[in-house]
């Protein structure tokens, strides 16, 4: 696979990454009180904690497939509108990552150990105990795969795509920092989003993500142990399950001590090599032409059936308890850990996402991974039905219902080489559980931090701090014998979050409908201090270094701020400036009383020189750094204004400040009424 290239822009002496105290103590007291209370009091606490998932799938069911719906009908609209082409970044960036490095991050981001969990024992399940219609039938058989690729299908990848999309697009596009609370600046503005309304929301993606965290550990370990007892015989107790669970944490946490473009991007192409491999096992040693004709027409039934399947309640069943049961236990269990793996899988995917449009982010999470998830499913799920219906095999139906962990291995003893196989599949299910945990252990640590560069991840320290909370509770729960509380509080976090990602279409939706009136209004740009279209190439062909703007700064950009704040300040306005020597980003603000205030700084950014350019340095024709070239990038307060103040004179840049308070004025009168 084509290796990444390094992150872009170029940090440059970024504000010192610190503790949110809120969001990390107010998330920590959250977890431990819930933990304390399942592991203290498991009986009670299960038992209110199923009334309570009860009352949420007969109450609620509705407003989930309502909602569900509509992420996946919003994200597919943004993708094909005009807005499709706007860029999470400055429309001049270059993507973060090279497309194969990405797609191999995106195929990893959201698929884990769940798959060999579920990929033989849900279909199965799903043919024995369908939500309609006659058990162990074949009309069942046909409708267990049309479910299994409901819940794993693209409404889950919507959701994923659609947090990417939202806190990506504020976050490079708009300066915001890499959070959840950043998507809900349109709608909160920016005092409620930097104060109580973002802690909170940031608190509580913090608390939703550590329960789908928590979730994966817990069927992580399981899968393992189950292949371990059955390769070498390893008695299931509860301290060989310990032993499993701080093997494959330590592992994770040392991943996630590494970084996104060490240990993650590496365990993704071993994730894509082995996971594929196992595929390709199966479809050719199975009954090939069966699998392929059942693929095709999982497929089909999939398409044909979606519109109809988001929107099933079962309500014409006839027994309308034991459907609403199955709904509470399956699909509404899907939906609600789909939305609590959103924050941190769709950090990640704004992450990774820097300088793709929003049709490339959005056409790559719904198709890059889920083409091979329903491959996988429709093979693992039809060989596994073949077993049970056609080949009498007994154990394999009864672990699916009564051991899930078991059933992939139960199915894989039935191919050649079996042993060698399913030791293949033990170290693939090793692999899987780490890729979501060591990029969850790295999330939760960015969105508990302040402050740093955009690109700049949580330290180390803190890292290992929630690789260490997701262990311990993981590790509390399966010994207190309440595992199965914590997946119905996965299903009960859900629900407010995902109201929280309602707010996000609405937020969005705002923010590029007013980009996009801004961008018409200054369509013609301002004459005065801009500079000749010739001398800019000029400048750009020049590459100037980092020490090059930054003594820029210093000497030019900072004196001409200073003399347009005391101009503005002689009009009575309240001018704030930050104009430190050294730093790398200057500017000034001034507030207005109808909330959208007057923002113009200018950072030092680092790029990579364009192709075109590469190749001329490689010639001889450039003669400073070839590799990335730096810019005084212009930011107003709607984002980046695609322009460098290197070359203008100071009298220029303070009509330059001027000229954009002067747009901004008429701005408020035109778009933000």
Known sequence: MEPPLSISPISTNPERVRLNPVVFYGSTVLILVLTAALILAPEAAGQFLGLAQTWLSHSFGWYYMLAIGAYLVFVVWIAFSRFGTLKLGADHEKPVFSYGAWAGMLFSSG??????????????????????GEPGSHAAARQALQLTFLHWGLHGWAIYALVGLAVGYFAYRHNQPLALRSALLPIFGERLVKGAVGNAVDCFGIFVTLLGLVTNLGIGALQVSSGLEYLFGLPHTQTALLMVILVMSA????????????????????????????????LVCGPTLMLMNGLVQNVGDYLNGLLLKTFDLYSYTGAPTKSEAWLGLWTLFYWAWWISWAPFVGMFIARISRGRTIRELVGGVLLIPLGFTLAWLSIFGNSALDLVMNQNAVELGKAALEQPSMSIYLLLEHYPLAKIVIGMSIFVGFVLFLTPADSGSVMLANLSRQGGDLDEDAPHWLRIFWS??????????????????????????????SVVLLLYMVGLYKALIRDEQVRQEQAEPLTHGRRAFSQRM??????????????????????????????LRGRGLQVQTHLGLGQHELGLRVEHADGQPFVYEVSLDGYFAPPQTLALAEAGSVASEPCRYYRAEVYLFDGTQEYDLMGYTREQITRDVLDQYENHRQLLSRVYC
């Open 111 to 132: 698929i884990g150990i769940s798959l060999l969990y579920f990929a033989a024992s849900e279909p199965i399940d799903h043919l024995v105990n369908p939500p309609e």
């Open 251 to 282: 592992v994770a946490t040392l991943a996630a001590v590494s970084g996104i473009e060490k240990g993650i991007r590496r365990l993704s192409n071993l994730n894509i090599i082995l996971f594929s491999s196992l595929l390709i096992f199966v």
């Open 468 to 497: 260490a909370v997701i262990t311990l509770v993981t590790i509390g729960l399966l010994f207190a014998g309440n595992f199965t509380a914590m997946q119905t509080m996965v299903v009960l976090a859900g629900l407010p979050f």
């Open 538 to 567: 000029a400048e750009l062909v020049q590459q100037p270094a980092q020490a090059v703007v930054q003594a820029f700064l210093d000497s030019d950009v900072r004196p001409a701020l200073l003399a347009a704040a005391e101009q």
